[in-house]
Structures are given as structure tokens and as C-alpha cells.
């Protein structure tokens, strides 16, 4: 949920997103991975689980997704394949991190950004932001004050 409120906040689509504010370079296929997770995460129940939608005519693989905290390791690793279905690692620390980090450069911007400043403002009163604290996130008495500028 988190990332889908950052993706909204930020004024862009979720892979314009990643490419700007992640620190890490995913390929075209790891896109999508990660988009299938947000999407297994949100629509899914937290099944860890995407499946294509026939009716809108997605393709690709049943995906199964497992989390893990191991040091070093990659956001992502393909561990099994078949031909109905794959299943992929999720460095969940490192995902959360990226996702942090790029709150934290959604805020220096918003600081500076009138508009951005007033869609989180907006996007706020709708959406409870309840994995990220209000202090690591916005000084709401700095970020009114930048709107006001």
C-alpha cells in the first residue's frame, strides 16, 4: 500500500516512478515483476500470487512471489520456472528501503513544488498513511508553510 501511495503522491506512473526515484536498475522483465507484486499485494488478498487476467487479456505466467530478508542479496531472483507458472524472491528489506528512500526524495521535492505539495495535501486527507510515520514522511508545519511560499 505504501508504494501505491507513494506512486500517487509523485505525479507520475508507477514505472516512470521506479525510474526516478529508485536506486536500483531493474530490467524490463523485473518491471514487471515488481508491478505483478504490487498488484498481487493490492487486488489479490495478499496471496503473494498474480495471475494474468484473461478477460483483459494479460498474458504471461502465473506468478508466485516469496519474501525474504537475506543481507545481499538482490531485489529480486527468479528461483523456479515452469511452463504454467514462475516464482520469485522479494528482498523485502531492500524493497521497503527503496520505498523509503524515495518518499524521502518525494518530500525534498515536494518542499520546493507547490502543486506536488498540494496533491499530497489533497491525497492525505482521503488516505491514512499508516506504514510510514508522519514525522519521517512530512513536518506538516514546514510543508504548510512551503505551500503558502
Do not use: C
Not at 42 to 49: D, K, M, T, W
Not at 82 to 94: C, G, M, P, Q, R
Amino acid at each position: 500500500m505504501l508504494f501505491n501511495y507513494a506512486v500517487a503522491i509523485s505525479q507520475t506512473d508507477y514505472q516512470n516512478f521506479i525510474k526516478k526515484y529508485f536506486s536500483i536498475a531493474l530490467t524490463k522483465d523485473e518491471f514487471n515483476i515488481i508491478n505483478r507484486l504490487r498488484n498481487a499485494l493490492e487486488h489479490q488478498s495478499y496471496n503473494l500470487v498474480w495471475e494474468p487476467d484473461r478477460k483483459r487479456k494479460e498474458k504471461g505466467k502465473t506468478t508466485l512471489f516469496a519474501m525474504s530478508e537475506a543481507q545481499g542479496q538482490a531485489l529480486l531472483e527468479k528461483v523456479d520456472e515452469k511452463d504454467d507458472d514462475e516464482t520469485w524472491v522479494v528482498n523485502i528489506d531492500l524493497l521497503h528501503k527503496e520505498i523509503e528512500t524515495s518518499l524521502q526524495k518525494i518530500r525534498a521535492k515536494a518542499m520546493t513544488n507547490k502543486d506536488m505539495a498540494n496533491t499530497i495535501l489533497e491525497f492525505t486527507k482521503n488516505h491514512e498513511m499508516h506504514v510510514v510515520s508522519k514525522e519521517s514522511f512530512i513536518n506538516y508545519s514546514k510543508f504548510k508553510q512551503a505551500i503558502k511560499k
